[in-house]
């Protein structure tokens, strides 16, 4: 299901690449890191089965897509950072408490750096990481060192195996969804997790004599 939602969006990015090469890598990644769901697996493998046929290099398909993931992760951070209060804290539709937003900001300052890196080398949440440590207003250097070590071996693995493969890239970037389902299904167990944990600890408090 998540393929042929995405398949209108896949075709789109190939033709891109077909037409233009790196600059059309580089802007797909940017894409997908600032939010918008433009999946890099197909634009790298694709890339990568690009190398395969001598049309592309491979250093030149990894500093795309990772300075696209930079500069994309750059604006959904600036994007956290500068509208947090308006966004979260005064819109009433998804107000955010201003208590909840300063334990984002404790949780960042502690485990930022290695959320970020190891998020970013994970499908679904890798697009959307940086809004939330912009949030956070985690510290800017950070963020970009960070977001660099984690994206490099994503976007070199997937350029690889887009080489090894060939033409087979397109059977290989299905065989990815898998990924993206086990990682919404960890998602979905943690979310359940936190909110029966947190009801439980109400009913405790609740029930609990004062004094």
């Not at 797909?28 to 190398?51: D, R």
């Not at 809004?131 to 994503?154: D, E, N, Q, S």
């Not at 890239?169 to 943690?190: E, F, R, S």
Request: hydrophobic content about 50%; aromatic content about 10%; charged content about 15%.
């Amino acid at each position: 299901m998540t393929g042929d939602i995405l398949e209108p969006l896949v075709n789109a990015a190939t033709n891109l690449i077909d037409a233009t090469g790196l600059a059309g890598v580089f802007v797909l990644m940017v894409l997908e890191s600032a939010c918008i769901p433009i999946p890099s697996e197909a634009t790298m493998l694709f890339a990568g089965f690009n190398v395969s046929e001598g049309n592309l290099t491979l250093f030149g398909i990894v500093a795309a897509g990772v300075l696209g993931n930079l500069v994309g992760s750059l604006i959904a951070y600036a994007v956290g950072y500068y509208g947090r209060i308006e966004l979260l804290d005064r819109n009433r539709l998804i107000h955010v408490n201003r208590r909840h937003l300063e334990s984002a900001d404790r949780w960042f300052e502690r485990h930022g750096p290695a959320t970020v890196f190891f998020t970013r080398m994970l499908p679904i949440i890798r697009t959307f990481i940086s809004l939330p440590a912009g949030v956070a207003r985690m510290p800017l250097g950070k963020f970009v060192v960070y977001t660099l070590a984690g994206c490099i071996p994503w976007v070199l693995g997937l350029a690889i195996i887009g080489r090894e493969v060939g033409d087979r890239w397109d059977q290989w970037k299905d065989y990815l969804h898998y990924l993206d389902y086990a990682v919404v299904a960890g998602i979905a167990i943690a979310v359940i997790y936190l909110v029966v944990r947190r009801r439980r600890g109400s009913a405790r408090w609740e029930t609990t004599p004062p004094g």
